[in-house]
């Protein structure tokens, strides 16, 4: 009987193998046959004039066709013809096998990696208004210039889109507008809407912003002037973009779930085809090789015909190695802070005083002391924390309560706080949080104070037996001199895709940053602006200047207007110290780039590091991409053929940074300057390299007798031994009037991820 049972079992268990294999076959054929978003490209048609888009939509069914006989149209997302040759399709993955077989396809790929969205007193910060601001003094607000906003939309109803004293859009525009004729006018000159990739069928959706990340971002780049404006009870005064007489495009591609790559791709060209002279794109995604990023590969051909490309960096810090968007064709910006903070003291019995934010300003509220208390001390890390249900009425009422940084959102902190019978809550951030504070719109009277000061706080209230405090409101203050800091969750570098490549290039305004949004009801008051953080928010900042810079030197190309811009950045805060990050330590350039944006510098750099197209082929055959991989970048410029290339390693770039590898001990690094500045000038090197290496510039004098001249450089380095860690220095090129600076990273030794 026991045999037979055995037996019996083990039938069982062999037929539950087989059927599980059987299961794994079926859920492996599933996933060959699930239909996905792929991007393919093409061979050059030899007898059919694909510019005409008519003709390349035709001619890509008709390859589709070639595949899927009767079902090619329903199949086609997108036909390109600008910034790929090539089109967008719902395919399975058996499906892309079969069209590879064909000589006509170069490649395809899977495009799943859906990008996320990385969510004034800035004209002010960055000395573009007042009497000796750059708009006034250089008549110049970016008049003639067109600025492609590539997000989520824009309420177009917004008195920072009115087109009331705005001029007709150039010649050049051949785009339109989805809107009604009401909301488009001569500042809303374009809106179109690309959400086609997101499912199998999808009617036209509006470019209405159902959000609020593009009305923010289009009116931070290019907002008409939009006098007295507040924000819950805070006067703000005059708000506007930072090229406010430039017009605006808007091209819709994001929802609030995300950005996927084909209706990017359109976007941008549309965007290029339509005529605009700077693209914005405040989305990001997961690092990876160029030729599979939509915004890396519609970036080339867009800076190849002339269009600036600006944008973020990602929110992905403080961790190395976060950067989204790090091709060097493009321009990567970083978020930092501004000087203007919503003020909100603590007051310690012992007279001690701790800075710290909240947006609600109580009219109402007397600041005298209150008892402390921080359940912290005395119990779990919850009750530290103020999460729900950890807070006992019979401790918290009538006292200002401590609560930690973590577990729940800032706002649910207070709400439990004043639910417990709390009068006040002191918002005390964790050590990853470091310095950056948050002024939220708290449902009591509350401070967000730094770690730092929390930890003064929590000594105090150790050492004393009956701990008191209160809080007073200051208002809407511009005292903030360690302005600017890197913020805590901007996106670092290194680059993983090219790692002597500097990346970041740049940071900019993007902390608690003031602008349009649609109407929307918050605490009983209808706001028409908004504060918004991000890299989202700094990269229209940059996209603006670059704007400015276009409009006043319209032959420069998207290198030279990077280079100006990197150059003469700053690296100082407002109190004359080095700019600092979320922790009050030093930052470097994997946090920064060049350091902070300085648009009137920008304008008159003096010498800039340009780079020709044909460059880039050079530095992509470097990578050691394939020919097939780097045509579909480079199109339309002929097909590549890396064997016949010299090829440069990316430290080679003609970059405005420089970043090289130093393990060997010895490296000799190239560079190229173009004189913009003075007909006839002198520069003179002063080079800064950390102890242990030594660094010689040859020549070390440029001479210059005309403008456009260019002269070439080498960088000797040599490491003569010392720290093996990153370090950093700068290259300086100075003469009578300019400072032409590029920041050096040395990697004296492997980089890993981390």
Same mark, same amino acid.
């Given at each position: ?40 490209? !093409? ?31 329903? *199949? ?48 002010? @910060? ?81 470019? @209405? ?65 339509? %005529? ?112 729900? %249900? ?136 209808? !706001? ?136 060997? %001990? ?46 070439? @450089? ?22 009578? *009037? ?17």
């Amino acid at each position: 009987m026991g045999s037979k049972r055995a037996s019996l079992l083990q039938c069982l268990c062999i037929l539950m193998i087989i059927y599980s294999f059987d299961l794994s076959a079926l859920a492996a054929n599933d996933g060959r046959n699930k239909l996905q978003n792929y991007i393919v490209f !093409v061979r050059p048609a030899t007898d059919i004039n694909i510019s005409v888009p008519e003709n390349a939509e035709k001619w890509h069914n008709s390859l589709l066709s070639t595949v899927f006989k009767n079902s090619s149209a329903s *199949r086609l997302i997108y036909s390109y013809n600008t910034v790929v040759n090539g089109f967008a399709a719902r395919l399975t993955e058996e499906e892309v096998q079969e069209l590879l077989k064909h000589p006509w396809c170069v490649r395809a790929i899977l495009a799943n990696n859906r990008y996320k969205l990385t969510t004034t007193q800035t004209p002010e @910060f960055l000395k573009l208004r007042g009497r000796g601001g750059l708009w006034r003094r250089t008549k110049n607000m970016g008049e003639g210039m067109i600025i492609g906003i590539i997000d989520t939309g824009i309420w177009p109803d917004h008195p920072s889109f009115s087109g009331r004293g705005m001029p007709n859009p150039p010649a050049k525009w051949k785009g339109h507008c989805d809107f009604k004729t009401k909301f488009c006018n001569n500042k809303l000159i374009g809106a179109k809407s690309f959400l086609r990739a997101g499912a199998e069928e999808k009617k036209h959706i509006s470019p @209405f912003d159902t959000g609020s990340h593009g009305t923010h971002t289009a009116s931070t780049t290019a907002g008409a002037f939009v006098k007295n404006t507040s924000f819950l009870g805070n006067v703000m005064g005059l708000a506007s973009g930072m090229a406010p007489r430039a017009h605006i495009a808007i091209y819709r591609v994001c929802t609030e779930e995300g950005c996927e790559e084909p209706d990017i791709l359109r976007a941008i060209e549309e965007a290029v085809k339509d %005529g605009c002279d700077v693209l914005s794109i405040s989305v990001g995604g997961a690092s990876k090789p160029f030729y599979y990023d939509a915004i890396s590969i519609g970036g080339f051909t867009a800076s190849l015909m002339g269009v600036f490309v600006s944008t973020s960096a990602g929110n992905e810090g403080p961790l190395p190695f976060t950067l989204s968007n790090d091709a060097p064709w493009l321009l990567t910006v970083a978020a930092s802070t501004i000087s203007r903070r919503f003020a909100s003291m603590v007051k310690l019995g012992n007279g001690i005083q701790l800075d710290g934010e909240s947006k609600y300003q109580p009219n109402s509220w007397v600041p005298k002391m209150f008892p402390l208390v921080y359940l912290g001390k005395v119990s779990d890390v919850k009750s530290g924390q103020c999460l729900n %249900g950890t807070l006992d009425r019979k401790q918290v009422n009538g006292k200002i309560v401590i609560c930690d940084r973590g577990g729940s959102t800032r706002l649910e902190k207070g709400l439990d706080v004043r639910n417990a019978g709390g009068v006040g809550m002191i918002l005390v951030n964790s050590k990853k949080d470091g310095y950056d504070t948050i002024p939220d719109k708290h449902v009591l009277p509350a401070s967000n104070i730094n770690y730092f000061d929390g930890e003064k706080l929590k000594k105090y209230i150790r050492s004393t037996k009956d701990p008191v405090a209160t809080l007073a409101f200051k208002g809407v203050l511009l005292d903030n001199t360690r302005s600017p800091s890197i913020a805590d969750f901007s996106s670092r570098g290194p680059s993983q895709q090219n790692a002597f490549i500097l990346k970041p290039d740049i940071t900019g305004p993007g902390v608690n940053i003031l602008a349009a949004v649609p109407p929307m009801k918050v605490e009983g008051e209808i !706001v028409h602006f908004a504060l918004m953080s991000g890299t989202s928010m700094a990269c229209p900042h940059l996209s603006g200047i670059a704007a400015l810079i276009k409009k006043a030197h319209p032959t420069w190309s998207p290198a030279a207007i990077k280079s100006a811009i990197m150059t003469t950045a700053y690296w100082q805060s407002l109190d004359r110290k080095p700019i600092t990050n979320e922790n009050n330590l030093q930052s470097n350039a994997y946090d920064m780039g060049a350091g902070h944006v300085d648009p009137s510098k920008a304008l008159d750099p003096g010498l800039v590091y340009d780079i020709h197209i044909k460059e880039y082929v050079r530095y992509l055959c470097g990578l050691g991409y394939s020919d097939g991989n780097i045509e579909s970048i480079t199109h339309p410029l002929p097909p590549v053929k890396c064997a016949k290339t010299k090829a440069i390693p990316q430290e080679q770039l003609n970059y405005p940074s420089i970043s090289l590898p130093l393990s060997t %001990g010895n490296a000799v690094i190239y560079r190229t300057v173009t004189n913009v500045g003075d007909e006839k000038d002198s520069y003179k090197a002063k080079i800064k390299v950390p102890i242990g290496v030594s660094a010689t510039v040859i020549p070390d004098t440029l001479n210059f007798t005309r403008l456009y001249e260019k002269k070439t @450089f080498k960088i000797v380095f040599k490491w003569v031994g010392g720290n093996k860690a990153n370090s950093f220095g700068d290259l300086r090129w100075i003469s009578k *009037r300019h400072v032409v600076r590029s920041p050096i990273v040395l990697q004296l030794a492997a980089q890993t991820l981390a």
